[in-house]
């Protein structure tokens, strides 16, 4: 190795550790030509993939979401007998626990799927009845009810929905003796007890603005009759889906969790 005449003893180190390396004539070049630091790092620089050795953290949480998970873990852990925990549920382990769960999570496109009474699921089936055969109903005069559609939800631990409705009459004239309603197991449902206009389209049908959910087993249905005359045929629609949940106790939250 040349010596620039300076007796410098960190050339003599350099010297004896590599030899095959030509010490600069400016001691200050050292950190251009030869740095530990860049040995250690040069995968980082811009452009380039690092593919060096694991590289320390700091100490304690980084980032927000590491900060928000710190937060959490006293109410995940309120109650809970420490003592019978194992050995390894300490706040250092937490903390790595959190930084483990921020660094997992920022690899993630995370996306919301609309409601199931919004958006029907994957495992959802269509719902799409009407008077089969010659597609009408005769309502008799007389001013009993008679079922024109129904649709009831099969199996357990099913929902459905019933997002519109349509209805038809052989005339206009029949539109003005006519009373129409939707029921489920054969309660009237408001406000769609006492509908005496043509108020839902048949093709498409009419959007309800609050669809209608029933549980297994329950049964929608859409009835008519007659307020004066008669009798009269008409025809109605019901559409919506179906899917199953992993729960039927009413609207809890484990009645809306769909696999």
Not at 15 to 35: H, R, T
Not at 64 to 80: D, F, P, Q, T, Y
Not at 201 to 225: D, R
């Amino acid at each position: 190795m040349n010596n620039n005449g300076n007796g410098s003893e960190l050339d003599k180190l350099l010297g004896d550790l590599y030899p095959n390396v030509i010490a600069p004539k400016d001691v200050s070049q050292l950190g251009e030509n030869f740095s530990f630091d860049q040995t250690n790092t040069a995968g980082m620089i811009p452009g380039n993939s690092y593919a060096g050795a694991p590289q320390p953290q700091r100490g304690g949480l980084r980032g927000r979401a590491a900060r928000n998970l710190e937060s959490k873990w006293e109410g995940v852990m309120h109650g809970v007998d420490r003592a019978k925990c194992p050995d390894w549920l300490n706040e250092e382990c937490l903390n790595v626990f959190s930084r483990m769960l921020e660094q997992t999570l920022r690899g993630f496109q995370l996306t919301a799927r609309r409601p199931s009474h919004i958006d029907p699921p994957f495992t959802a089936k269509a719902i799409d009845v009407f008077p089969g055969g010659t597609g009408v109903v005769a309502i008799p005069a007389g001013g009993a009810f008679t079922t024109v559609t129904s649709f009831q939800i099969p199996g357990i631990h099913q929902r459905g929905i019933i997002t519109a409705a349509g209805q038809s009459a052989e005339s206009v004239a029949a539109w003005g003796d006519l009373i129409w309603r939707i029921t489920l197991d054969g309660i009237p449902l408001p406000p769609w007890d006492d509908v005496r206009i043509q108020l839902w389209e048949i093709v498409p049908p009419t959007p309800l603005f609050t669809p209608i959910q029933p549980l297994s087993g329950q049964t929608v249905a859409l009835q008519a009759a007659t307020i004066v005359g008669g009798p009269y045929n008409v025809s109605g629609r019901l559409t919506g889906w179906y899917y199953p949940v992993r729960s039927e106790a009413g609207n809890s939250i484990r009645s809306t969790l769909v696999d």
